[in-house]
């Protein structure tokens, strides 16, 4: 089956279709929901660090005006463990035990009439703790360490005794801070039961795990459970775990017999929804005098919740960038009484990168070689693990485009050599090489007597167009007009869909959604088989092209008709199919993800230390790309966070366990005056082994860009900086 008339609506920059929706307000988040007889909750947050509840009072809170209900561990209902799933396992259930395991922990909650009377009465709880030591720094053996939590450790040759070997050696350990995720939208969960089924309006980027998740935590069917969040204000991987909050929100609707909301403060975003780890790496790398790659050795140590699982493996990332014989990566966790961590854009890649292409800029000054030709010289032609030719991969076009758009060749490589008037001028660049990521999705597709289209599926858009460019592919596959299309998710009701994270939903989802209307069209097609009214009689999928609101002839556009006209000679209202995808099994190649190359400029004032970036140049090979407008945006939007990492993100625990900089007066982010200007292109082609050509670019803009800055800092200043985020005394 193929397109009838050029597609017109793939690739092209269609804006969002949601925009209207949300610049009006119309479109409901979740703490937009309401009920007639809707009570809201607050939460208790622990004030100590580490040890156990002694006492609880909540007497003065249960008798504050419009109080409905307290709940602690001594009155919450046992509770099970959600199932493990595609990210691992879940937290643990809330208020099960007097045990408090970090500050701001959740110790009690609260229902009351109104947003201020719960909050008001939530202050009024009293407590008595037996505080034990803390645990709170890295690098404290008093943390347990675990080694290969993952099992994602990856060896391949000898590094240990090719490592005396190599003529030039470089080694050096790189940390990186602790960085919150900041959506601007506080999450928020409204809870309903009825009878012994509950719907739950929540801030998820996964809608059908969080089904499922609640269905196992209360013992119910997963009928019993509705998830809605058809709109998310924003996540950054912090909506993918089912967090403690959401889990108490449904107790307290179940107790009190009546809908509740509960909306997160700023402060409690910072320990309740997870982080992205701090991170210590150790790099090794061993290289010929003609900068050929020997030996590479990438140890990494991050921080976790004393019961934390979310999977963090920093240093796994680096053992397929480059063409080296000899590899080792090893990942280690150390528990500390933090909240638990959970997953920022680009998890794993963001913190790794930054030590590996750091490392791979120092070691290109040691072998005398511009660090653009170290990283040609040392280019994975195939996957270095397996040896398979890639998919697809053209990182090595990334550079060539990026290096022309960027002016690379103007670069005095002598560091600190570069000024204009006062300031030091510095040139950085990075490599990106991506994970792949496909899973399993399900779609449904429907056309009916109108001629318009119905898509769905239970996937999320957390703000990446995923709504835009599901309907401008469906619209594609149907031969409709973009108009003639809507896609609806975020229902649990909907086909189930895996998360939207890890650059991996629009390929999961466009492939299902290609299975869904492939199978629609199908549909019609075995409707008319026997029609000897129809030109399409006996007609399979191969000998049709959809547009234009009809099925035809590949030979013959002439001889066709349109959905409505088959619809209405069989009487039928609407004609429904679905969907499946799997991820592929390659033969011969090796599955890629998106790479990229990423060139930043930076200014820095010898006297005051300040750090500005005056411009940016990403080139990304992200496949087939859906609507070149919002895979922009995507990149634009990554690297804002990269900068962010770069130069400013840091989340400080005080020594007492206290985030003491949570909230956005406090927690520096990229504001407009931070950001510089940018050039994004697209190269590459599609790649074969999707049934859409899409790789994903969701995650790709961050990874890279605090390398490329580091890197740039070190080519204006001379001073080799291996901390995140740069700050001005670093460099005074």
Not at 394 to 418: H, I, K, N, Q, T
């Given at each position: 089956m193929t397109t009838a008339r050029m597609p017109t609506v793939i690739g092209a920059g269609v804006d969002r279709v949601d925009g209207p929706a949300?610049?009006?307000?119309?479109?409901?988040?979740?703490?937009?929901?309401?009920?007639?007889?809707?009570?809201?909750?607050?939460?208790?947050?622990?004030?100590?660090?580490?040890?156990?509840?002694?006492?609880?009072?909540?007497?003065?809170?249960?008798?504050?005006?419009?109080?409905?209900?307290?709940?602690?561990?001594?009155?919450?209902?046992?509770?099970?463990?959600?199932?493990?799933?595609?990210?691992?396992?879940?937290?643990?259930?809330?208020?099960?035990?007097?045990?408090?395991?970090?500050?701001?922990?959740?110790?009690?909650?609260?229902?009351?009439?109104?947003?201020?009377?719960?909050?008001?009465?939530?202050?009024?709880?009293?407590?008595?703790?037996?505080?034990?030591?803390?645990?709170?720094?890295?690098?404290?053996p008093h943390g347990e360490l675990q080694a290969n939590p993952w099992g994602a450790d990856v060896r391949r040759g000898d590094v240990d005794a090719r490592r005396a070997s190599p003529e030039i050696t470089h080694e050096a350990t790189y940390t990186t801070a602790e960085n919150t995720n900041n959506p601007l939208g506080l999450f928020a969960t409204v809870a309903a039961w009825d009878g012994d089924t509950v719907t739950v309006h929540d801030a998820t980027q996964w809608t059908s795990n969080l089904q499922a998740f609640l269905a196992a935590t209360f013992r119910i069917p997963t009928a019993a459970v509705r998830i809605h969040a058809p709109y998310v204000g924003g996540a950054f991987g912090a909506g993918l775990i089912v967090w403690p909050h959401v889990i108490l929100t449904v107790v307290a609707a179940r107790a009190v017999g009546r809908p509740v909301k509960l909306v997160l403060t700023r402060?409690?975003?910072?320990?309740?929804?997870?982080?992205?780890?701090?991170?210590?790496?150790?790099?090794?790398?061993?290289?010929?005098?003609?900068?050929?790659?020997?030996?590479?050795?990438?140890?990494?140590?991050?921080?976790?919740?004393?019961?934390?699982?979310s999977i963090q493996a920093i240093a796994a990332t680096t053992s397929n960038a480059y063409a080296c014989p000899n590899v080792s990566t090893r990942d280690r966790r150390r528990r500390l009484n933090i909240a638990p961590t959970g997953w920022l854009r680009a998890p794993s890649a963001g913190p790794g990168n930054f030590a590996l292409e750091s490392a791979i800029d120092e070691l290109s000054y040691e072998v005398g070689m511009d660090p653009l030709e170290l990283r040609l010289r040392n280019y994975a032609e195939?996957?270095?693990?397996?040896?398979?030719?890639?998919?697809?991969?053209?990182?090595?076009?990334?550079?060539?485009?990026?290096?022309?758009?960027?002016?690379?060749?103007?670069?005095?490589?002598?560091?600190?050599?570069?000024?204009d008037g006062p300031w030091q001028v510095g040139y950085g660049m990075a490599g990106v090489s991506y994970s792949w990521w496909q899973v399993r999705c399900e779609a449904r597709a429907s056309v009916g007597r109108d001629g318009t289209a119905f898509v769905r599926s239970a996937a999320n858009d957390i703000g990446t167009g995923t709504r835009t460019v599901m309907r401008q592919l469906s619209a594609e596959l149907l031969g409709l007009e973009l108009a003639e299309v809507r896609f609806d998710l975020g229902d649990s009701d909907m086909p189930w869909s895996p998360a939207a994270g890890g650059s991996g939903l629009t390929t999961s989802l466009g492939t299902a959604v290609n299975a869904a209307c492939r199978a629609l069209v199908e549909r019609f097609l075995d409707a008319v088989a026997d029609d000897a009214?129809?030109?399409?009689?006996?007609?399979?999928?191969?000998?049709?092209?959809?547009?234009?609101?009809?099925?035809?002839?590949?030979?013959?556009?002439?001889?066709?008709?349109?959905?409505?006209?088959?619809?209405?000679?069989?009487?039928l209202d609407e004609m429904t199919a679905d969907g499946a995808s799997d991820p592929p099994e390659?033969?011969?190649?090796?599955?890629?993800?998106?790479?990229?190359?990423?060139?930043?400029?930076?200014?820095?004032?010898?006297?005051?230390?300040?750090?500005?970036?005056?411009?940016?140049?990403?080139v990304v090979d992200g496949g087939r790309i859906l609507n070149e407008k919002l895979a922009r945006s995507q990149i634009i939007g990554g690297t804002v966070g990269g900068i962010g990492q770069a130069l400013l993100e840091d989340t400080v625990t005080d020594a007492t366990g206290r985030i003491a900089n949570a909230t956005l007066a406090d927690y520096l982010v990229p504001v407009n005056a931070d950001v510089p200007a940018m050039d994004v292109v697209f190269v590459g082609e599609p790649d074969p082994l999707t049934g859409i050509g899409t790789k994903g670019v969701g995650e790709l803009g961050l990874p890279g860009i605090a390398a490329a800055i580091a890197n740039a800092v070190y080519h204006a200043t001379g001073r080799r900086i291996r901390s995140l985020p740069i700050t001005i005394d670093q460099l005074l």
């Open positions: 949300k610049v009006t307000g119309a479109a409901a988040y979740p703490s937009d929901v309401s009920y007639p007889d809707l009570a809201h909750a607050a939460l208790v947050r622990s004030t100590v660090t580490a040890g156990r509840i002694t006492r609880i009072d909540m007497d003065a809170a249960k008798a504050a005006p419009g109080v409905l209900h307290v709940i602690t561990h001594e009155n919450a209902p046992r509770l099970e463990r959600g199932p493990s799933g595609l990210l691992g396992p879940p937290p643990p259930p809330p208020l099960q035990d007097d045990r408090v395991l970090h500050h701001g922990q959740w110790i009690a909650l609260v229902v009351a009439e109104s947003p201020a009377e719960a909050a008001a009465a939530a202050r009024l709880a009293e407590v008595a703790y037996d505080e034990t030591d803390a645990v709170l720094d890295i690098s404290d402060p409690q975003m910072f320990t309740g929804i997870g982080h992205r780890p701090n991170t210590v790496q150790t790099l090794r790398l061993g290289a010929r005098r003609d900068g050929e790659l020997v030996a590479i050795d990438h140890e990494s140590t991050v921080s976790a919740a004393i019961e934390d699982e195939v996957q270095p693990q397996s040896g398979l030719p890639w998919a697809s991969k053209a990182l090595r076009e990334c550079y060539a485009v990026g290096a022309e758009r960027f002016g690379w060749s103007r670069r005095d490589p002598e560091p600190a050599s570069m000024r009214a129809s030109p399409l009689q006996g007609c399979t999928l191969d000998d049709v092209a959809v547009g234009g609101g009809r099925i035809q002839r590949r030979e013959d556009p002439d001889a066709g008709e349109a959905y409505t006209d088959i619809l209405a000679r069989h009487r390659p033969t011969g190649s090796a599955r890629s993800g998106p790479f990229a190359a990423k060139f930043v400029e930076v200014r820095v004032d010898p006297d005051l230390g300040t750090v500005r970036v005056a411009r940016i140049v990403s």
